[in-house]
């Protein structure tokens, strides 16, 4: 493959956060606000996914549903295979966990390098995360610099895209080119904020058909 989309996998190949259908259907009403937490400088964003993700359950009928309550994009698979059709190969990069986003890609047929934080379903301890401590992209702050990825696939691919939604996708996204840089909800308005240009885009297919 001559080229690489690094992509985000919560809110980018998803509609929703895996975390945030467990903070609304799992979490009390009192429990912290974790994320404002990370925000206010008090905790670090793996502690705050990991404080989320220790509230999931843990019966495979109510992970199963959680799963499908993700709705990655119905055309993802169709739309992978397009992208690698046109040399682009697909790195899945997130600051959420590996458990979940390996168990949606084979439920919808899709094989790619995913960097995150591995994970493991514990009976009262929820969905238990782990440093990536071994990964060349190791990061204590979120488990993954995606930035990193970025940089090391720059080296290797001809052209590199990128696309997220959230915080930990701003600096990753300032590294590629406007026209291989995709955006949607926080992302798109903070590059907005700072007059940096993007390519805005509804669900994951739309990224592909704007690249190839
Ligand atoms: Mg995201």
Redesign the pocket.
């Known amino acids: 493959m001559e080229n690489v989309l690094i992509s985000?996998?919560?809110?980018?190949i998803t509609r929703r956060?895996f975390y945030s259908l467990v903070q609304d259907a799992y979490m009390p009403e009192s429990a912290p606000d974790y994320l404002e937490l990370c925000r206010a400088g008090r905790l670090s964003h793996f502690d705050a996914m990991a404080s989320y993700f220790a509230f999931t359950p843990t019966d495979d009928a109510a992970l199963h549903a959680l799963l499908s309550a993700t709705e990655p994009d119905p055309d993802f698979q169709t739309a992978v295979a397009k992208l690698r059709a046109a040399s682009w190969d697909l790195i899945i990069v997130s600051a959420g966990s590996c458990w979940y986003i390996d168990k949606i890609l084979a439920a919808s047929g899709v094989t790619a390098v995913v960097h995150s934080n591995p994970g493991h379903i514990e009976i009262g301890r929820g969905l238990v995360i782990k440093k990536p401590t071994s990964s060349p992209f190791f990061s204590a702050e979120v488990g993954i610099d995606k930035a990193a990825v970025v940089r090391d696939a720059a080296k290797r691919f001809k052209q590199v895209a990128f696309a997220?939604?959230?915080p930990p996708?701003v600096e990753p996204a300032l590294l590629v080119r406007p026209h291989l840089r995709f955006a949607r909800d926080f992302l798109a308005h903070e590059l907005q904020r700072r007059g940096e240009k993007f390519r805005s885009f509804e669900r994951w297919a739309d990224i592909v058909r704007g690249i190839v």
Not at 8 to 12: E, L, R
């Open positions: 985000d996998f919560d809110g980018t956060d997220g939604d959230g996708d």
